[in-house]
């Protein structure tokens, strides 16, 4: 290797490792690695801006600023209190409701918005219940991660992937769906069996819920059917993207810009609200992965992997599955993604294959293998932070014995289907 790439090397592993120690904030460090990169000369300013992928960036803000309006409108909570009334206020049946909410949610919203919208409403229900919310917020995690990789826009992998290849939001939902369905069942009848005879409440406790009053939910009526209208736009935009010849940035940016429009909100109000942390924790990490890509580590991975596998594709397929599920579970998946990416777009330079099937593989393997820890994806540090400030902490090692059995059990579900799809 050359000393540029013991260089890039070094920062990289640097980086890597304060992220995983949680010592300095992720944003803080990626964006000081990707200075680093410039200051020593690895590539210059003008090849890190254009490794940025503004496809992603545009796509996350666009998405960002279109579900900050739609909150306003109240909707998220009125669909979670009724849905706790149709069930009766039943403990059991309420965790499976919000189990496939919060998936379905994630599947088409940023699922930390998402979490971030159900965390208080699960600890409001839990309370009138006067049951354990635990229960209920790894259930929570489970199904944004879960729900998230159905979709292009549901999870920051996904988008990432997207961008990188120009696979459009149908192709996720074709591949994709059908395995995530199967995960989600699985997951949710293995949730309901561990934590059935926690969730025993009597009936008055019941009847408290069936009071609660979801139209008071509702604070806005006007901006809610603006908003569904333009969402409906949008998702229509994602579904014909491809043929429209638009990216999907495009189509989300576009949306919020109408939104923003329609709705008669200052911007300055709902910028304060997009997640600029994670914006310029992406804008870090394309950087600092585009660093091991000028100076040919990419590459000499790739191979290596070839040269494991020996060329066999189902070995391939199964070594990434895997790799990108346990690697995912440890370290944050967006990162561990940011790595995979070019490694994969190396692998097929240097084997002469399409690849196409590795990305589903790959989507897969990282955003299920996310569900394994507490800090295996943004969702899960999200909730945790705010069970803990809620007096309800989340311990590493008590969401490890739940979680990472039925993030294997997910994994094997996906092992199964990929072989089946892609390798037969």
């Known amino acids: 290797m050359t000393e540029h790439a013991w260089i890039a090397l070094l920062v990289f592993v640097f980086v890597y490792a304060i992220i995983i120690s949680e010592k300095i904030h992720r944003t803080k460090i990626a964006l000081l690695g990707a200075v680093a990169v410039i200051f020593l000369k690895i590539m210059t300013q003008e090849q890190a801006i254009a490794i940025v992928d503004f496809n992603t960036l545009g796509l996350l803000i666009g ?10 409108t109240g909707l998220f909570q009125y669909l979670a209190i009724k849905s706790a009334k149709m069930v009766k206020g039943n403990p059991v049946q309420i965790l499976i409701v919000f189990f496939w909410l919060t998936a379905v949610a ?7 918005t998402t979490v971030l919208l159900f965390t208080s409403i699960i600890f409001a229900i839990t309370d009138v219940l006067e049951v354990n919310p635990v229960p209920f917020l790894i259930s929570e995690i489970l199904a944004s991660n879960i729900g998230g990789t159905a979709t292009l826009i549901g999870d920051p992998p996904n988008i990432m992937i997207g961008g990188a290849t120009g696979l459009g ?5 074709m591949n994709l769906t059908f395995p995530i369905v199967l995960v989600g069942i699985a997951t949710c009848w293995l949730l309901v069996l561990f934590y059935r ?11 408290k819920v069936m009071e609660l009053k979801e139209e008071e939910s509702l604070t806005d009526v006007s901006l ?15 579904v ?5 010849h638009f990216q999907s940035a495009t189509i989300a940016m576009g949306g919020a810009a109408l939104l923003l429009l329609v709705s008669g909100i200052e911007p300055e109000e709902i910028f304060n609200e997009v997640e600029w942390n994670t914006i310029f924790f992406f804008i870090g990490l394309f950087i600092l992965v585009g660093g091991l890509e000028v100076t040919g580590i990419i590459k000499m991975v790739a191979k290596w992997s070839l040269d494991v596998t020996s060329g066999n594709v189902v070995l391939m397929h199964f070594l990434i599955l895997w790799l990108s599920a346990i690697g995912s579970a440890f370290v944050d998946n967006i990162p561990f993604v940011a790595t995979m990416i070019p490694l994969i777009k190396s692998m097929a330079e240097l084997g002469h294959m399409d690849v196409t099937s590795l990305w589903w593989t790959l989507s897969l393997g990282a955003c299920l293998g996310g569900n394994g820890t507490i800090i295996g994806a943004s969702a899960n ?8 400030a809620k007096g309800r902490p989340i311990s590493f090692g008590y969401y490890f014995k739940i ?3 039925l993030m294997l059990v997910s994994v094997i579900i996906c092992n199964i289907y990929i072989y089946l799809a892609y390798l037969r």
Do not use: Y
Request: hydrophobic content about 60%; charged content about 20%.
């Open 240 to 244: 014909l993207h491809q043929m429209l």
């Open 169 to 173: 939001f149908n192709d996720f939902i």
């Open 197 to 207: 005879k926690d969730l025993r409440v009597g009936e008055d406790k019941q009847l």
């Open 106 to 112: 994630s599947a088409f919203l940023d699922n930390v």
């Open 381 to 388: 540090v999200v909730v945790s932070s705010i069970a803990a």
């Open 63 to 72: 998405m960002m600023i279109i579900v900050s309006i739609t909150r306003k």
């Open 224 to 238: 809610l059917k603006k908003s569904l209208a333009v969402l409906g736009v949008v998702m229509l935009g994602f």
């Open 403 to 405: 979680a990472f059995p």
